[in-house]
Each structure stands twice: as C-alpha cells, then as structure tokens.
C-alpha cells in the first residue's frame, strides 16, 4: 500500500483511509460479520490511515475487529472531536481529554495520531464561531499540549467549517495542520 507523509509530520499515511461512518449502528445488523470482514480485509492489505468519531456510533465494531488484530499498534488513528459541541456554552479541556480517551479504549491504541478539532456553537454562522475561537485558542493548545506530553495525541488539525474559520485558525502559529 502505498503511503503519503502528512507535509511537516513524520506521519506516513496511507493513500487509502478507512473510515465506517455510520455503517453497524448495533449487533443487529445483519451485515455485521461483512462490515468486519471489510475492516480486517482493508488493515491486512496495508491501509494503516483510520479515520472515526465517537459520533459515527461504530467504534464499538471497529474495537471487536482492533482487539486482536496483529497490526493494530500500526495503525494511524485519526478522530473528529468537536469540543465545545454544538449546545456546550464554552470549551471544556475535560470534556476533550474524555473524548480522546474513549477512543483510545475503543480504538484499542495508545495513541491518537491526528485529532482533526472542531469547535461548534449555534447559531451556525461566522458571527459567533470566530469569536469562538479567539476566546478558547489558548485554552485548546494548552490542552492539547498537555496531551502529546501524556502521550494520548501526536498531532492536532483544525477542521474549520467556512473559509473564514479556517483562515482564523491558520493565524495562529500553533495551528499549521487543516483539514477540508
């Protein structure tokens, strides 16, 4: 499988991603046993780049197939968290580090590495979203270094949802990763 460094990362990715959103919502499913099957099939043929998000509701299934898995100290897992989510009044370091914990049981590794951070708010507008940002900046690097010192994360990128946003987070000299 071919593999591509995220630029400024010594992060080898591969050129495929796996990523089950939304596929086995419970053990009921009847295609429970192709959905792992595909899981397994994907991290033996080289796909090491394995994207979720505690919202997907599959990481359940993903931790049957990764509990046993040979390659699973390989692999690249990289999550969505948004933090603060939409209806949270403020941002919440502990709320992440919850996050980020869940899915290293669920994903069963000991490290994130890429969490792809989003911060939501409602309205869903620029208006509040940039002020947002500016109030909790500090606040998210400080947490998320204090996850790479415990070893929990290795990189963070803003996953922005307007160009605005992104634009916003790219000012700040600890944020170089984005993510579209």
């Known amino acids: 499988m071919d593999k591509r460094s995220l630029d400024g990362t010594d992060l080898d990715f591969s050129v495929i991603c796996y990523g089950p959103m939304r596929i086995a919502q419970d053990s009921s499913d009847p295609n429970l046993a192709e959905h792992q099957r595909a899981m397994r099939t994907a991290i033996d ?100 270094e204090r996850l790479r010192e415990k070893r929990k994360v290795d990189r963070v990128a803003c996953f922005p949802y307007f160009p605005e946003s992104a634009a916003a987070a790219m000012t700040h000299p600890s944020e170089r990763l984005l993510i579209a």
């Open 45 to 144: 043929r080289g796909v090491n780049f394995i994207h979720s998000s505690y919202e997907y509701g599959v990481r359940w299934m993903m931790h049957d197939v990764l509990i046993d898995h040979p390659a699973r100290h390989d692999l690249l897992h990289v999550i969505k968290t948004p933090v603060p989510d939409w209806d949270d009044p403020e941002f919440s370091a502990d709320k992440l580090e919850r996050r980020i914990d869940e899915a290293l049981q669920d994903l069963c590794t000991d490290r994130i590495a890429l969490v792809y951070w989003m911060w939501r708010c409602r309205p869903h507008d620029e208006a509040h979203r940039l002020p947002l940002l500016e109030k909790v900046h500090d606040t998210v690097i400080e947490t998320f």
